[in-house]
């Protein structure tokens, strides 16, 4: 059961305490009340480890987003909160030199997210207001935002290493990994693909800084050490984050957007019915498309997605969207069921049973209503022509069927106002499906794409084309091209046989397709995913492990017979296809704390086989919510093995687009602030 | 290049903007490579110019500056500048399904149904 795995996995709650005390003592080094000025990108984090009301506590009297402008503050003490960016401390700077030029007297404290920067202090030296600011940092890392996934939150970590260059990022995950390891124990084994995972492992493994971690917190008894730490970049599976996520959390996060585990929601969606009558079950919420339809100036409201008090949402959130109209049917009879259930309730001892279960029922019920209202927001959209049009591409392009035809399908999208960011995907997913797009069509519908969305998008497609990203290109390359791109040539057909990624849709594999990782995109497979599986469920590329358990089922057996998961072997079996591949190949024996650098004792190989171990999988650069879907469907087919999913943010096709472009996320609008 | 066309995105000051991407252009005319984003900046810039003219004709009534060139042919079908359009179209050699898209949702949302009945 639930309750029962979840024993076995890592407690991650240790990790949000050790952020919100490193707050807490960042805080409290400034004596007196203060005013905090908020880096608006940290908001979202921040909330994920504390609420408002323990800045109070601590001190905080007043809160602002840290931007151009004035700053004027009643209390002497001005802490800035800030990730080490140009732009932040430029405004800071002014910020001082105003109050200097009105002679205002405040005291400074900059804190830097995760860490202290040089260029910061230097800027701040050429500004002439370096002797006025304290800097120091606020370590936030790893914060826990489900049961079995840990993020880093930097939403643009993928921008910054493919298309700026700037590998800040890269080791700052060294970092946050190298304190995991402090806390649960060290990695035996680094294993992964890409040059900037390569480039991650060899970080981690010679000695880092020390890093402070606060005294007081739990310290997490560790029941599943860690078998080994998986690092795979982004760029060794561009094509998965292209595609439309097919989950229900995944198709939220492509058709509403989840930013920080948050989604905004109509107010109506969240504030539960006045008086939820159980006398009246047709009060329930019928699952029927007609009923909620935001209003298009209804007031919004952020809400928080989670499993941990959402029982419903557990259970929906990797299902197919297919599916989740179904099982909210289900959920609304049970419900139903239950209320009625007070009809039988004869004696008093019954009936307060009964009432007992009320406020279960009730908070069930608000849950019900949460998601069917969702899904009546995305359900008109996946019947949109536009939707059903680019899913069509899409596959057609995985198949590589007709390949020339669907660019100017996606021509057709450009005519027809698709957003802009679902046209770049597909011509992304085209060139590197295909090897590049025939030169001609693609000026044409790059000419198009500037010319409907404006050419200021002229720099996106530069960055697209430019290497190492190298994710649109013409075919052929001009002569003139650099050697590395030629080289970073995705083998996407290859691939797509050695690594099992497309699921025939004839009526003998549909079956499949419910039983495989392939669910989350209805038929294909995410590579990441699958190059996991490479290493901790061997198996699992080639044929479908569901099959026997299924099988087992039948006979009554149960998931009891559920096979234990195979030691970690590295890439064992799977060389050929990681050669094939653009970006390192490396697996790594990490030195034990003695200095023992030897390949896996028996005993630990033997320990794998009685007791549960973690893997734990980092994606650098952002992995998508069907990654994280696929990954736990892979956990439930063995036993002995649990995943840590770790990443530096949850991305979306989405969400990359928009940020090489740089229009991403806005900051939020008000002045004042609340997490 | 690429710096004076982000320049060009963050000002306002029409004058600035606009010789920010000629900038721009000037520098992509120098690579031979880069003959489609030099001649995609020129595009810009004549743009440019004529979206200031579509706003003097209309009296400052209507925002054109900045606008995409599909935005710039539902802005002129939304305010009756029709052969405008037509301008556009043939200046930027916009193809013909884009166009016939953009008349067809402009005087869909402008409920002009004797105009769609000739369609």
């Not at chain 1, 596959?395 to 100017?408: C, D, F, G, I």
């Not at chain 1, 050695?498 to 419910?514: F, G, H, K, Q």
């Amino acid at each position: 059961s639930l309750g029962r795995e979840r024993d076995q996995s890592l407690n991650l709650d240790s990790l949000k305490e050790i952020g919100k005390k490193a707050l807490i003592d960042a805080l409290n080094s400034v004596n007196g009340a203060k005013t905090l000025v908020l880096d608006p990108t940290l908001a979202g984090p921040l909330g994920l480890v504390t609420e408002v009301s323990l800045l109070k506590h601590h001190g905080v009297d007043k809160m602002f987003w840290l931007e151009p402008g004035p700053l004027s503050s009643t209390t002497t003490n001005i802490v800035y909160l800030c990730r080490p960016l140009i732009k932040y401390v430029k405004i800071l700077a002014d910020q001082i030199k105003r109050h200097a030029r009105e002679s205002l007297k405040h005291r400074y404290t900059l804190f830097l997210v995760p860490r202290t920067s040089t260029l910061v202090s230097r800027i701040l030296e050429e500004e002439g207001v370096l002797g006025d600011v304290t800097i120091s940092s606020y370590n936030l890392q790893f914060i826990p935002i489900a049961e079995d996934v840990v993020s880093l939150e930097q939403d643009n970590a993928f921008k910054e290493i493919w298309v700026d260059g700037d590998e800040t990022v890269i080791y700052n995950s060294a970092l946050a990994l190298d304190t995991l390891q402090k806390l649960y124990g060290p990695y035996p084994r680094i294993i992964g693909k890409g040059d900037y995972a390569s480039r991650l492992a060899t970080l981690l493994s010679r000695p880092l800084p020390e890093q402070p971690i606060p005294g007081e917190f739990n310290k997490p008894v560790v029941t599943a050490p860690f078998d080994s730490l998986i690092i795979l970049d982004r760029q060794v599976d561009m094509i998965t984050p292209l595609l439309t996520q097919l989950t229900y959390e995944g198709l939220i996060d492509e058709l509403i957007g989840i930013s920080n585990s948050q989604v905004e929601l109509p107010v109506s969606l969240l504030t539960p019915p006045s008086a939820p009558n159980p006398a009246n079950p047709a009060s329930l919420p019928s699952t029927s498309a007609a009923a909620v339809t935001p209003v298009n100036n209804e007031k919004m409201k952020k809400h928080h997605l989670t499993a941990a008090t959402d029982p419903l949402f557990a259970e929906f959130r990797d299902l197919n969207f297919s599916s989740v109209g179904k099982n909210l049917n289900r959920v609304a009879h049970r419900l139903d069921e239950d209320y009625k259930s007070r009809h039988q309730a004869k004696t008093p001892a019954q009936l307060r049973d009964f009432v007992g279960k009320l406020g279960g029922l009730q908070s069930e019920h608000q849950a019900l209503r949460l998601h069917t209202g969702i899904s009546e927001i995305l359900v008109p959209i996946t019947r949109t022509d536009i939707f059903n049009k680019s899913l069509e591409i899409q596959q057609n392009l995985l198949a590589s069927y007709e390949v020339s035809k669907q660019t100017s399908a996606i021509e057709d999208l450009i005519a027809q106002g698709a957003e802009m960011q679902i046209v770049v995907r597909l011509l992304c997913l085209a060139s590197i499906t295909a090897g590049g797009i025939k030169a001609k069509s693609l000026e044409s519908i790059k000419r198009d794409l500037l010319q409907a969305y404006g050419y200021n998008y002229l720099p996106l497609l530069l960055s697209l084309s430019a290497s190492p990203l190298s994710i649109l290109l013409p075919n052929p390359l001009p002569v003139s091209t650099a050697p590395s791109v030629a080289a970073s040539k995705y083998p996407f057909t290859t691939l797509r046989k050695s690594l099992r990624l497309l699921i025939d849709d004839n009526p003998d594999a549909l079956d499949e397709v419910e039983n495989d990782i392939s669910f989350v995109y209805s038929g294909y497979a995410p590579i990441s995913v699958r190059l996991i599986q490479c290493i901790a469920q061997k198996n699992g590329v080639i044929s479908n492990p569901a099959e026997k358990v299924l099988t087992d089922e039948a006979d009554g057996k149960g998931s009891s017979k559920k096979l234990y998961a195979h030691p970690i072997l590295g890439w064992k079996g799977f060389e050929d296809v990681l050669a094939a591949m653009p970006g390192k190949t490396f697996d790594i024996m990490q030195k034990g704390p003695g200095g023992d650098s030897s390949p896996p004792s028996i005993s630990s190989l033997l320990r794998s086989s009685e007791q549960t171990s973690t893997t734990v999988v980092f994606f650098l650069g952002g992995c998508t919510y069907t990654e994280i879907a696929a990954l736990r469907w892979v956990n439930r087919q063995h036993k002995g093995r649990k995943f840590l999913i770790a990443t530096t943010g949850i991305v979306s096709g989405g969400s990359l687009i928009e940020s090489i472009a740089g229009f991403g996320k806005k900051g939020p609008g008000s002045k004042d602030t609340s997490i | 290049a690429v710096l004076s066309l982000e320049e060009a995105s963050r000002m306002t000051d029409p004058s600035a903007v606009t010789s920010a991407v000629k900038a721009a252009h000037k520098f992509f005319s120098e690579d031979k490579d880069r003959t489609f984003e030099a001649k995609m900046t020129d595009e810009s810039t004549r743009l440019l110019a004529f979206q200031q003219q579509l706003e003097k004709e209309a009296d400052g009534k209507v925002t054109f500056f900045g606008l995409s060139v599909s935005e710039t042919i539902r802005t002129c079908l939304l305010n009756g500048m029709a052969k405008k359009a037509d301008r556009v179209k043939a200046d930027f050699k916009v193809p013909d399904k884009r166009f016939w898209y953009l008349k067809l949702h402009a005087l869909t949302s402008m409920r002009d149904f004797e105009a769609l009945d000739t369609f």
